[in-house]
């Protein structure tokens, strides 16, 4: 190995460092139940944080702006290639910088000012970047929602379609935050084939299941898949975008030069480790793992009595309605965090509560899964939550639960965290 002669983090921003050390100690030390997060392998990290962050590469393998792209090029070609053969996509896009962008992109590729567009409403579990008003999709599209039965918070094919034929869409997304339940990617494109609109499956919680085996996929079927790569993908902070060939160049074209300057070589390396892990066999393991561990935690927190919407899952996350409880998602999710156990406060479907203060929590099983936690932890999980939600406002109970909590994450130690 080279040595350094330059002096470490440590010794140029203690400030930083000690912060960077203290959340490497929280996300060892804690449950972390937010359906959004994981844990990023050491591999995935050493990439991202490498020299490729100096490097500006505007345009696209072969064809930039830039002289020096004599080892970019092969890492974005390997970006591509491999999440081409993941997900069986193709063409790929790994450049766009998050999430939203990569979204943004495709409402460039297909849309203009004022068009019509329509996704799930983010009270019903969609994102903002679906069209929802605070958005700036909500702002600059006539945007349509679609939601769920009052019933079972099913999402209504019936209405899906029904609406398509009312306001003609130029695009349908599907795909959602909290939404617990598999997506019917055939029943989505048969809606968008009788209306001529783009079908666009996000499936930014679920690339890891789908990647894995566990969750249906929507290629072969959506137009255009957008992702995030950091969430059950288990990659870095990342967005990519996978279409069918014949709207490659206007994808293209739409993330750079229409979106964005250079991409983050650092994170399309990352992206490119993310996808090699994923190709493994244990990655299916883990798909499917985080699969199970939310039934079995779904079936714990229903016997101890609390009330999930939709009444279970079929993915990695679960939202719980507190009203039965009579405790607001905000007071149970401070002090489940105050017990070591993260999670988020969240709308339920029809929520008589407001956003900031809602009715329900949403919890999820992808990073406790990347530990190797299992049935047994699961289950310790759901006690820890029942005793926590009902005792609240009880400090004993809460650091009771917390040194468990604790005790029980030493033996499981999180990957890309050195161990303490
Ligand atoms: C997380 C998420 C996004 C946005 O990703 P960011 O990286 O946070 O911008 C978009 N769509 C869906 C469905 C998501 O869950």
Redesign the pocket.
Known sequence: MTTWNEPSLDRVDPEIARLIREEELREARTVRLIP?ENYASRAVLEASGSCLTNKYSEGYPGKRYYEGQQSVDPIEVLAQDRLKALFGAEHANVQPY??????LAVYLAFCKPGDTVMGLGLPAG?????GWGVSITGMYFKSVAYGVRPDDHRIDMDQVRALAKEHRPKVIWC???AYARTWDFPAFRSVADEVGAIMIA????IAGLVAGGAHPSPFGIADVV???T??TLRGP???MILAKKQHAAAIDKAVFPGLQGGPHNHTTAAIAVAALEASKPEFKQYARAVVDNAKTLADALTERGFRLITGGTDNHLLLVDLTPQGVPGKVAAKALDRAGLSLNYNSIPFDPRKPFDPSGVRLGTPAITSRGMGKTEMLQIADWFARVVQKHDDQATVEAVRREVEAMCVKFPAPGIPVV
């Open positions: 959004s998050s999430g939203s962008p990569a979204n969609g994102h903002l970047t679906h795909g959602g935050t996000d499936i930014a919680h957008t992702s995030t950091h969430k902070r990342g967005g």
